[in-house]
């Protein structure tokens, strides 16, 4: 399985970006991210069928993980905080119906990542 993230960049605090992550087939789908210095962390889950959502506490309310008919799944975030600041990698675990999976341990194919920097 093939992943390709992409629509990270530079925004400031309060502002909103979509991540769009291209796979190469259809599978259930998770975004991480990773700030300097710290462990890659779980931000959202989708599961293969879509109606099945899961976020991280600290992002729930304000980031919104979906997935078109199609293999993309795209993950916006609004709202962003500089504490947002991270290189987010879209991942895909071979699963299909409707679980949804938040343990980095379980995915089996990870993209390249996209940095998202929030700052003013």
């Known amino acids: 399985v093939q992943l390709q993230a992409s629509g990270g960049g530079l925004v400031q605090p309060g502002g909103s970006l979509r991540l769009s992550c291209a796979a190469s087939?259809?599978?259930?789908m998770g975004w991480f991210r990773q700030a300097p210095g710290k462990e890659r962390e779980f931000v959202a889950g989708?599961?293969?069928?879509?109606?099945?959502r899961s976020y991280a506490a600290s992002v729930k309310g304000r980031f919104i993980i979906s997935r078109d008919n199609d293999k993309n799944t795209y993950l916006r975030m609004n709202s962003l905080k500089p504490e947002d600041t991270a290189v987010y990698y879209c991942?895909?675990?071979?699963?299909?119906?409707?679980?949804?999976?938040?343990?980095?341990?379980?995915?089996?194919?990870w993209g390249q990542g996209t940095q998202v920097t929030v700052s003013s």
């Open positions: 991942a895909a675990k071979i699963s299909g119906g409707s679980a949804v999976y938040s343990v980095e341990s379980t995915y089996d194919y």
């Open positions: 989708i599961s293969y069928r879509g109606g099945e």
């Open positions: 087939e259809r599978n259930a």
